[in-house]
């Protein structure tokens, strides 16, 4: 285990002159192409959902207590990790997502426009 702090900028330069090694990550919004950045670099990456770690957060919430719960949680054999999306099947994703969002829209605004008609 290490215990480093870093900053945005520093991570893959940092990840790059490192020997390759297991990386647990809670889940995020970047987490997929920081996993995918760490695996060209030869690591292991393994994701996991916030709620799964959590238990393993020993004393108040912090950065620190939280990389140890994450480093905790990673090594556990029952732990249920998130597949690494690649990005053409983020792409469909968002496609999906934008879709849906039109057709709420849509279908607000046929509400909105029955409501003051009727």
């Known amino acids: 285990m290490l215990c480093k702090q870093l900053c945005r ?14 990386i647990g990550m809670e889940f995020c919004g970047s ?3 920081r996993a995918r950045k760490l695996q060209a ?10 709620q799964f770690v959590k238990p393993y957060v020993k004393s108040n919430k912090n950065d620190a207590a939280d990389a140890q ?5 990673v090594t556990r054999p029952t732990m249920r990790f ?3 999306k690649k990005v053409e099947h983020q792409a469909v994703l968002l496609l999906h997502r934008v ?17 003051h008609t009727g």
């Open 9 to 22: 900028d520093q991570v893959a330069a940092f990840f790059a002159n490192l020997p390759t090694r297991l």
């Open 31 to 33: 987490a997929h192409y």
């Open 41 to 50: 670099l030869g690591h292991t990456v393994r994701l996991m959902a916030p």
């Open 69 to 73: 719960a994450i480093c905790e949680a």
């Open 82 to 84: 998130i597949p690494i």
């Open 99 to 115: 879709r849906q969002g039109f057709i709420k829209a849509r279908t607000a605004q046929a509400n909105q426009i029955r409501d």
